[in-house]
């Protein structure tokens, strides 16, 4: 059974469709579900099968899909207001946002149905263990983008990690995770590490862009000082591919949390 997020009420405090400024309202979303469902070709049972779902998500009957820009947009809402909620009161350390990139993560264009969300996250888990982040709160989520932006490399689905981690200071971050996120040609920055502010909104900020609805492809465009690499929106194949991927996998599977967090949202695997 899915996980119902659409019962669980959004306090006004950290609620993203009140307080973040960019954040997809529901038209927005609706229209994406639309978008998707025209894209999506039925030329497979799993695709047959998740247009159905889409076409019939209404108000009173959601999908719940991972997939579902609707339902997405829902489970991103109780994601921010929990996480926020729980960051506010628990400070004895300062929040810091980590993005982690595993260079060896990287899968061809129409082969991301071979990565192992829960592989990943076991691993994650184990150098965390093993780590001076041992009795660390680390929350966050996977992140997908398409990486366009090498001449020398095919384009590549690359998987990374979005997360809010409670320690003593950066440095011990950086220390505890370095050896295992090495740099690499098509990853420079495997780690980046930045001080969450204190106040609601930064906590909404931070908390909504771990569990990102939107996803990109890096590209390298030519600029009056040379190429410099930007985002644009990943081509309609690859949301496809992305979306059949994520029905399947489900939320739980995007979402990576040890220690800390018990709330109603403890049932989520
Ligand atoms: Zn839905």
New binding site residues.
């Given amino acids: 059974m899915r996980f119902d997020f659409f019962r669980y009420a959004i306090p006004d405090r950290f609620n993203p469709a009140t307080t973040l400024e960019g954040y997809e309202t529901f038209e927005q979303a609706d229209k994406a579900?639309r978008t998707l469902v025209s894209l999506l070709k039925a030329k497979s049972p799993r695709e047959r099968k998740l247009t159905e779902?889409?076409r019939k998500?209404r108000r009173g009957e959601?999908?719940?899909?991972a997939a579902?820009p609707?339902?997405a947009r829902r489970a991103r809402a109780w994601w921010v207001t929990e996480l926020s909620e729980y960051m506010s009161v628990s400070r004895d350390e300062n929040w810091y946002a980590v993005s982690l990139v595993p260079a060896n993560c990287r899968f061809p264009l129409g082969n991301l149905s071979t990565f192992n969300p829960a592989r990943v996250k076991d691993k994650l888990r184990k150098q965390l263990d093993r780590s001076r982040l041992a009795n660390s709160v680390v929350v966050g989520a996977i992140d997908f983008g398409v990486d366009a932006s090498s001449v020398r490399h095919a384009p590549m689905w690359h998987p990374h990690f979005y997360l809010l981690i409670q320690a003593r200071s950066k440095k011990r971050i950086r220390k505890a995770l370095g050896r295992y996120y090495p740099k690499a040609a098509h990853t420079p920055r495997p780690i980046r590490i930045r001080k969450v502010g204190s106040r609601d909104e930064d906590l909404v900020n931070v908390t909504s862009y771990s569990l990102k609805s939107t996803f990109t492809k890096r590209v390298r465009v030519k600029g009056p000082s040379g190429t410099k690499p930007i985002k644009t929106p990943i081509d309609p194949d690859h949301q496809v591919e992305l979306a059949l991927c994520l029905h399947r996998w489900g939320l739980g599977m995007r979402l990576f949390r040890r220690a800390g967090l018990h709330g109603p949202n403890v049932g989520v695997r």
Avoid: N
């Fill in positions: 579900r779902l889409l998500c959601r999908c719940l899909s579902c609707i339902c």
